[in-house]
């Protein structure tokens, strides 16, 4: 059961909605345009808010999806993490789409809200404590996202969850390198 869990995760997070939404409404592809990220930000960039919102809120859609079916199956709460995780792995690294995907963060919003929602005036309160510092978007909110174990922890969960969000931000960290290598160059 876990296993076809693990696997409907992965397949979810193929479901690129930068592609369908970009395809279907503007008739184009997106990953030849701008950065070529099939996420909400490049889908904002080159196409306006609607391209921005629709592509956002699918794509978190399916993180929270997974983890409420996990949920619903009454798998652990690891194991929902794992699928989290593993739907962003489907949203960077689509078979779909030749492995080239997005960065995984709209998934990784709509996932761990739907998980644990408390979590959010957190990041949010962290997210505004970085930015005057970096001044980037992109530092801060990767930044902010690692007060999410530490709330979580803080609030009950135990060891192993908070260890899989630690996973999945390195994952996130590690999708954003080259973001992250541009911003630090410009300081």
């Known amino acids: 059961m876990i296993w076809v869990y693990w696997m409907f995760s992965y397949l979810l997070g193929n479901i690129l909605f930068g592609f369908i939404v970009t395809k279907f409404i503007f008739q184009q592809d997106i990953r030849t345009g701008g950065s070529g990220n099939v996420g909400a930000r490049n889908a904002g960039r080159l196409y306006g808010k ?8 699918g794509d978190a859609l399916k993180g929270g999806a997974v983890v409420l079916a996990g949920r619903y199956l009454g798998l652990s709460e690891p194991v929902q993490l794992v699928g989290l995780a593993l739907a962003i792995i489907g949203h960077i690294k689509p078979v779909v789409l030749g492995f ?10 709509g996932g761990i809200l739907a ?13 505004g404590l970085l930015y005057p510092f970096t001044k980037s978007f992109t530092l801060a909110g990767l930044g902010s996202f690692l007060a999410i174990p530490v709330v979580l922890y803080v609030q009950g969960e135990g060891w192993a969850s908070c260890l899989i969000v630690l996973g999945i931000l ?4 590690l999708a954003h ?4 290598k541009e911003r630090m160059k410009k300081r």
């Open 50 to 57: 609607k391209a921005f919102v629709l592509t956002f809120l």
């Open 100 to 109: 080239k995907g997005g960065k995984g963060i709209s998934t990784f919003i």
């Open 115 to 127: 998980f644990h929602p408390l979590v959010a005036p957190f990041v949010v309160l962290a997210f």
């Open 170 to 173: 390195g994952l996130l960290f």
């Open 177 to 180: 390198s080259e973001n992250i």
